[in-house]
Structure formats: C-alpha cells, structure tokens
C-alpha cells in the first residue's frame, strides 16, 4: 500500500479530456470540436507561413539557446506590448508599463493571480459566467476568491447587459473583473462598443481593477488592432489595468508557450516596482520563459513586411471560420426551419455555443463521434465546410 493511496483521482480536464477520449474513438467518422485550434479544411494543423518566415531568419542567423532574463524576451515584450496597445500609447511612451513574457495565457494569467493574491490580498476575482474553464483553477490554486458575475443570455443567446452591470456594481470596490477581450470563450458573444464605455464607466466609479484575458487577438473581427479596441478604450480613459496575451490561437503557437502579462499603470515609478515583483513570482514558479516562440512572436510583430503577411493570415484563418459557420447555419436551417439558428452567424471567434445540454452533448460524441465540451460549446476552427452537413445532421438530432 502506498503512503499516497489515500489521493483522489481528478477527473479529466473538461476541455483537455475531450481529446483524450477523441483519440480512443475508432470511428472514421469522429470530429474533434473540443478544443480551439485551428485547422485546415483537410482537418490539419495550421503552422503559419510567417512563423516559417520568422523560422528561417532564425535558423540564418545562428541563435543559442542560453536563458533568457526572468521577465523573458526584451524584443518580445515591447512588441507584444505594441501589439497590445498601439505603438502610441502613452503608457509604453512613458515607461508606466510593467510587461513580462510569460507560459502563454495560462501562465501569463497565473502569475498575476499570485500577484494579486501577494499584493491584493482579500481581493475577490469576478468571472463571466460561463467562462473559460480554467480560469476558476487558476485563481483558486493562486489562492484568490472568485464569484461569478452574469454574462450569458440563453433566452436571446446573447449578453445579459444588465445582469453584467448589476453584479459589477454589487461587487465591492476595487474588485477584479476579468474580461474577455474580444471573442468570449465559451459564448462567443463580445459586448458592443457602447456597452464596453459604460463597463468603464462603471468599473471607473467602483474604482474596479479589470483584468483583460486576450487569447484571439485577430480572431473576432479578422483585424488584429480592432480586436485590441476594448483593453485600448479603457487605457485611453486612464484606466489601470492588467492584460494576459497569448499567441497559441492568433501565431499558432499552441506548443510554444508564447505570452505576456502586462500591467498598464499609471506611473513608471510603480510600473518599475511592481516588475520587480512579477519576476521574483516568476522565478519561483518556473524561473524563466522559453526562447524560440517568443523570438518567432517578436519578428512577426516588428517586422513590417512579415506583419502585414500575418495580418493576412489572420485575415485567412477568421474568414475560413466565418465561411464555416455560414455552412453550419444554412444546413440546420434546411434542417429545422422552425429554429432561429442565427446565433451561429452573431457569433464570434473560435466557437459556437450551441444551447446543447450535457445530455445533448453525450449523443452527439456517444452516438455521432462528435467530440465537444459539456458546456455545448463547438469550435468551428475544427470544422472543415465538408463535414458541417454531418455535424448539422448530429445537432438537430440531439436537440430532438
Ligand atoms: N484564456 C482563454 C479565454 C482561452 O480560451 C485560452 C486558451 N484556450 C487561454 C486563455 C490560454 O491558452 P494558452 O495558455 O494556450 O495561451
């Protein structure tokens, strides 16, 4: 008997486990719609014609694999820092931001949570519900409270706005509001722009600190700065706030753990001080970030002729989303009439949130092999336009 036998089994991850019981399944006709990454219409994985650019330049000039500083790439972190917020903005002009490279957006999120629980301490985290599923695990495991705040609509498959402002302006002041920058994940549902002046407004009179997550710059509108549009705004009314980028989605760079935690504050002096801090968070956790995709990152966004290749790209991969989810839609509305499917079309980004219950959801990967989140939660960038007309038929076949 081991001295660890009394340990509990954890389930599988809810969004990591659908691809482990993806790869068990035999079926040719499986579909993988669990987890957001983008493929080709030939269902394969997508490396980006300007990461083999950025590559090859690389390769040419002969790079060592020596550490990097704890706070990562210097390159690297003003260009994602520009990328972010405009070359223009004040806060980079006058030093008053503090920017770390770090494991993507998972670990980008995770080093200011243990900021805010070191630093903040007794700071509740409000969360979208839904949300992401790891936000929750991330925050706990940092050890910061977190309550949720309404979201999601179901009745008009859209933003409960109201719902939103009512439990931000409950929340004690000075509370963190995590926000999804731009093509909310699971819903896909982002607020308009005069929706997100008035969560300023309000996050301004509460004197709220919002935390920007930003995982698909580029992947709700297909432009990479209208997608920053939100955490830009809010800078732009002298808002301080933090923002966690990731390159997985809109760089490809699922493996390379590419991402930054950016703290835009209102004075250097503080921005310097509190650097100081998210390096020694850093340092204990994993000490310093990896090399190669942050080199990739810092070409790509600081080269002109390679970033107006991969605001084309962007451009690409979005509209192949787009494409799909017009094919999606016109196969259940021949399908089902009677349903209003126009949802599929008003959302953003990666995903659809189909409205599927978990019973719902069991059919369609028991008895379709169609492989998704329990949260009836699809991503269309799995989805080549061939097999919308099977994954339409396993829909409406599960929700009757
Ligand atoms: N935030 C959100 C909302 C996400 O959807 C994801 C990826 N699924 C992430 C953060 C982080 O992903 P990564 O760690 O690969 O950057």
Known sequence: QSRLAFVDLQPPD???????AFKRDTNDLKLNLGVGAYRTEELKPYVLNVVKKAEKIMLESEENKEYLPIQGLEAFNKATAELLLGKDHPAIKEGGIATLQSLSGTGSLRVAADFIAKFLPGTTAYLSNPTWGNHKNIFADAGVEWKWYRYFDPKTVGLDFEGLMDDIRAAPE?????????????????PTREQWQQIADLVIEKNHLPFFDVAYQGFASGSLDDDAWAPRYFASRGIELLVAQSYSKNLGLYAERVGAINFVLSDAEAAKKVMSQLKRIARALYSNPPVHGARIASLV?????????????????SGRIKDVRQVLHDELAKLNGDKDWSFILRQLGMFSFTGLNPGQVENMTNKH????TKDGRISLAGLP???A????AAIDDSFR
Request: proline share 6%; glycine share 8%.
């Open 14 to 20: 809810p969004i990591l486990g659908v691809s482990e």
């Open 174 to 190: 000075g509370s963190v509001i995590v926000l999804h920058g731009c093509a909310h994940n699971p819903t896909g549902v982002d």
């Open 301 to 317: 966004v600081s080269r002109p002729e390679l970033f107006q290749e991969w605001n084309e790209e962007m451009e690409y991969m």
């Open 369 to 372: 092999h169609v492989y998704m």
């Open 385 to 387: 336009s061939s097999k």
């Open 389 to 392: 007309a099977y994954l339409a």
